[in-house]
């Protein structure tokens, strides 16, 4: 495992926290609460150390906890309901962008009828997934969310090609905890040499920029992301309808992409 300065970790992660501090504050999460679950953190990254049993001696070496804690930690039941909206929605969507089956000959999502016997319909793409849903619920909810429409004819019509949650939502609180646990552990363990090889992760950073300038990148940014994540969804989709079956078929792969346009003098007045 690479070794870092202490002082550097220390300042780089103030800045990763802080974000985290900002979402903690506005949503009531005071510092007893923060701790405790800085104390879980610690105990599950401990316990994934070793292939083996840890210890509670160990644990509470390796991360300063006091044994009480690790044993109460060993006890509860640290599972927690997560709303299956989010990830549901977002493979349906993803299929009926990419899948042929569910496209016209232009490449465009095809209108389609709640159930048939013949052809391709909603509750047919809903049961092609295997989700843990009924197509009726995953219906209402993305009309709900103004992701698909009914028209008059019954027919129902995507209108988005991908599926981004509205803020204030649970469904967006699960998009980031998937997103940004995601991409801090691909983080995390290229800094520490822990993975099994290098995970991908490039970004570009530009300052000093005029406001129509950053404007101009951030929908040029918008546009390319856009297009790779279609490109992205269709292979995946081919991929992921071929493997499913199998029940070696135990990997998931996450790509993603941010863009973010912030004005420095006004961050340096704040």
């Known amino acids: 495992m690479t070794k870092y300065d202490d002082d550097n970790v220390r300042a780089a992660l103030r800045a990763v926290l802080q974000p985290l501090a900002d979402l903690m504050i506005s949503s009531g999460v005071t510092l007893s609460s923060a701790t405790e679950l800085l104390k879980h953190g610690l105990f599950d990254a401990a316990q994934k150390r070793s292939s083996t049993p840890v210890s509670d001696s160990q ?65 047919g793409l809903v049961q092609q997934l295997r989700l843990d849903l009924a197509p009726g619920t995953v219906l209402l909810h993305l009309v709900d969310m103004k992701l ?46 822990d993975g099994a090889r290098p995970h991908f992760e490039r970004s570009s950073h530009f300052n000093r920029l005029s406001e129509e300038s950053a404007g101009a990148l951030e929908a040029l940014a918008r546009q390319l992301a856009e297009d790779q994540l279609a490109k992205f969804n269709i292979e995946a989709s081919r991929l992921q309808k071929q493997d499913m079956a199998e029940t070696t078929s135990t990997h998931r792969v996450s790509f993603g992409s941010y863009i973010v346009d912030r004005d420095q003098a006004e961050e340096a007045k704040n």
């Open 59 to 123: 644990v509470s070496l390796l991360t300063g906890l006091h044994r009480k804690d690790v044993r109460r930690f060993r006890v509860a039941d640290a599972e927690t309901t997560r709303s299956s909206f989010s990830n549901a929605s977002a493979r349906l969507i993803a299929l009926w962008n990419s899948d042929p089956a569910y496209l016209d000959s232009n490449g465009s999502p095809l209108p389609l009828p709640r159930s048939t016997e013949t052809g391709p319909s909603f509750d």
């Open 148 to 193: 698909v429409v009914q028209e008059p004819d019954g027919r129902l019509t995507l209108r988005a090609n991908a599926y981004v949650p509205l803020a204030g939502r649970p469904e967006m609180l699960a998009a980031f905890e998937k997103n940004i646990s995601a991409h801090l552990r691909a983080a995390v363990e290229n800094l520490t040499g």
